[in-house]
Nanobody, 124 residues
Framework: QVQLVESGGGLVQAGGSLRLSCTAS????????MGWFRQAPGKEREFVAR????????YYADSVKGRFIISRDNAKNTVYLQMNSLKPEDTAVYYC?????????????????WGQGTQVTVSS
């Protein structure tokens, strides 16, 4: 059974940092793009960041550019999201996802395996 499991969420003050991890089991995703999305209460799921299979390409939503860094370790079947200078508006459930292709997309429809999510709460 294929599973993506996120960890690293929690409560942090504004300006602080968190590092999310997402580890896959059941199969390797070393040839798939990986992405992070988030969903705040009452809002639609939105794209945060994605990384190509070889880490050659990364892409960020404008709202997190310059503050968040996505990376991956294919040997560990794990993708990371380093979140710095956190703001209250970053509060959401964060989901990792495996893309259908090697380069991914900002559209959640291009991802076919999802984790269960991890809560990130940023207090002001």
């Amino acid at each position: 059974q294929v599973q993506l499991v996120e960890s690293g969420g929690g409560l942090v003050q504004a300006g602080g940092s968190l590092r999310l991890s997402c580890t896959a089991s059941g199969r390797t995703f070393s040839r798939n793009a990986m992405g992070w999305f988030r969903q705040a209460p009452g809002k639609e799921r939105e794209f945060v960041a994605r990384i190509s299979w070889s880490s050659s390409t990364t892409y960020y939503a404008d709202s997190v550019k310059g503050r968040f860094i996505i990376s991956r370790d294919n040997a560990k079947n794990t993708v990371y999201l380093q979140m710095n200078s956190l703001k209250p508006e970053d509060t959401a459930v964060y989901y990792c996802a495996a893309g259908r292709t090697g380069y991914g997309s900002a559209s959640f429809t291009e991802y076919d395996h999802w984790g269960q999510g991890t809560q990130v709460t940023v207090s002001s």
